[in-house]
Structures are given as C-alpha cells and as structure tokens.
C-alpha cells in the first residue's frame, strides 16, 4: 500500500525557513516524479512544486519561485521542501502527491497524497 | 484568481446528477488530453477521480465521469449520495513553462 507521510511543518515568523519531508513507502519511489501541493480555506488547492524521478527536472510555481527548493533523496525514499523567505501568504496545508509517471507532465496523474502538514506564518 | 475556473458550489438532491464545469483556454486544457479531477474532504488528503479526462482509478465508482469539449472540461456525479459532499477540483498539464494548474474548486452540497 503506497504511502506518504509529511512532517516538519509549524508555526514560523515572516521571513523565515522551513523544510518540508515527505516519507515514502509501499512504492519504488525512484520510479516516479512527485508534487507538493498546498491547500488553505478560501484558496483552494494550489499547486506548489514538481521533481522527476531522478531530479532532472524541477518546476515551481511562480509565487514560491526562488524562494523554495524541491529536492528528493531516493535513497532514503523521502521528499523535500526547504522554505525560505516565508510570507503570511505561505500559510496552508501542504501535501505531497505521487505521480503515475518518471517525469512531471508525462500524465498529470497523482494517484496517491499523504495526510498533510499544517504550515503556519505569523509574528 | 486560479487559473481554470469552476463554479464555487453547486447541488443536488440525493440519487439526482450534477456536472461540474472547469474552464480553461488553449494553453492548457484545449491543448492537452491530461486533465485530472480530485475530490477533497477538508483536512483529509484528496483523492484522484479522473484522470487523463476520462479515466477512472481503480476503485473509484463509475458514479464519476469525465468529459472535455474544447477549453471545458466537466466532471458528471450520477446517483448523488450523502458521501459526495465535499469540494471538488480540477487541474490540467499546461506546458512546460507553466506546468499545471488547478481550479478554484466547487463546493457540492447534496441537500
């Protein structure tokens, strides 16, 4: 059974940095491209950032642009989100999402999410 | 403002039918047959409906179909059940450059 686990949010002031994991099991991880998306009341889902299988490829929405990195590590089959620069506006759930595919945009396909983790900005 | 628009809420009474509409443009929908629809329960992870406009995962009831006609992609829930109520979204592949984009999600109350 696929599953994904995320953890390291919390409460942070404006301006500063977290990092994101996404633990992996049920699925040979370095087999598939990955997604953190993020959802907050009154904004929906919102797409955040893609990796391909062997982070090839990256891509980022443009208000986390240059001030997020994806990043994975297949040995340990774990996910990344280093979070810098956070604004009030950063504020959401965030989940990771498994792709069908090695690389984002082969399917938009993302059959499997964890549970989430709450990220909250505020001085 | 999202970039695939969908009705904020619609409804429906128990065993009738909706449609959710989720309109894009050129660039992303009516250019790619890779449009997904997921439900989401609030604080519970989403859960993948459709895929590839038209596909259903495995375990996912055949009361959920998807459909595209130019820009407008649209997800149809027969036989309402209480269980539905929840938001719904859709997203889209939209190139390289922009990668994927999501709707705003409609809320679906079954009354």
């Known amino acids: 059974e696929v599953q994904l686990v995320e953890s390291g949010g919390g409460l942070v002031q404006p301006g500063k940095s977290l990092r994101l994991s996404c633990a992996a099991s049920g699925f040979i991880f370095d087999d598939f491209a990955m997604h953190w998306v993020r959802h907050s009341p009154g904004k929906g889902l919102e797409w955040v950032s893609s990796?391909?299988?062997?982070?090839?490829?990256?891509y980022y929405a443009d208000s986390v642009k240059g001030r997020f990195t994806i990043s994975r590590d297949n040995a340990k089959n774990s996910l990344y989100l280093q979070m810098n620069s956070l604004r009030p506006e950063d504020a959401a759930f965030y989940y990771c999402?498994?792709?069908?595919?090695?690389?984002?945009?082969?399917?938009?396909?993302?059959?499997?999410w964890g549970q989430g983790t709450l990220v909250t900005v505020s001085s | 403002q999202s970039a695939l628009t969908q009705p904020a809420s619609v409804s429906g009474s128990p065993g009738q039918s909706i449609t959710i509409s989720c309109t894009g443009t050129i660039s992303d929908i009516g250019s790619y047959d890779l449009v997904s629809w997921y439900q989401h329960h609030a604080g519970k992870a989403p859960k993948l409906l459709i895929y590839e406009v038209i596909k259903r995962p495995s375990g996912i009831s055949d009361r959920f179909s998807g459909s595209k006609s130019g820009n407008t992609a649209s997800l149809t829930i027969s036989g309402l059940q209480a269980e539905d109520e929840a938001d719904y979204y859709c997203?889209?592949?939209?190139?390289?450059?922009?990668?994927?984009?999501f709707g705003g999600g409609t809320k679906l109350a079954v009354l």
């Open positions: 999402a498994k792709d069908s595919a090695p690389h984002p945009g082969y399917s938009n396909t993302w059959g499997s």
């Open positions: 997203s889209s592949y939209a190139g390289i450059t922009t990668y994927v984009v």
């Open positions: 990796i391909s299988w062997n982070s090839g490829s990256v």
